[in-house]
C-alpha cells in the first residue's frame, strides 16, 4: 500500500481546501474525506483494488477545488492533475491510468455496465458522501436556499433520494438501511 501518497493526498488536498482559490469553502474537504472512507470500505466490501480506489477517492475532485473555472469539465481536468502529482510519485503508470478511469467515470457520465469494480466504488461513494453531511443539506436549504420548514425537508429528501438511486445495485442493498433511517428520521 502506497502510505506515502495517501499520506500526502490528504495533506494537499485539505491544504488546497483552506486556499482562497477554492469555491466552496472547507465543506468540500469533509466531502472528500467521506468519499475516500466510504469509498475505501466499499473497495474491501466488494474485493476492489483498495489501494487505486482510495487514491482516485481522494483525487475525484481535485480540479474543482483548485480552480472554480475546471468546474464543469472537473473529471477530465482531474485526470491531468492526478497525472503529474502520482508520476512525481513514481506511480507505475498502469496503476495511474485506473487511477483516471475512476475519477473520469466518477461522475457516471459513463453506463453502469461497463465500469470496473473499481470505479463503481469512487463512484457510489461519491454519492453516498450525502448520507453523511446531512447537516449540510439542510444549511444549504434553510441558509443558502432560503427555504421554508417544508420546502426544507423536501428538497434535502430530494437530494438523498437521488443519491440513492444513483448507486449501483450492490450499493443499494448496502446501504438501504442507513438511507431509510435517514429518511425516516427527516420525516416518519
Ligand atoms: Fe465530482
Ligand atoms: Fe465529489
Known sequence: MRTDIIDYLEKEIKHRCSSRANFFGMGV????????????????????????????????????????????EHHIHGMAIAERILSEFSYEPEKIERVKKCIYSHRGSKQKEKLTLEEICVADADAISHFDSVPSLFYLAYVNRNLNIEEGTEFVKNKLRRSYNKLSERSKETYKQKYDSIMNTISP
Open 29 to 72: 474537504f469533509y466531502h472528500i474525506r467521506a468519499v475516500a472512507d466510504n469509498a475505501t470500505y466499499l473497495a474491501k466490501e466488494y474485493g476492489a483494488d483498495v489501494e487505486i480506489v482510495t487514491i482516485a477517492a481522494w483525487l475525484h475532485d481535485i480540479a474543482s477545488i483548485t480552480d472554480y473555472n475546471l468546474y464543469d
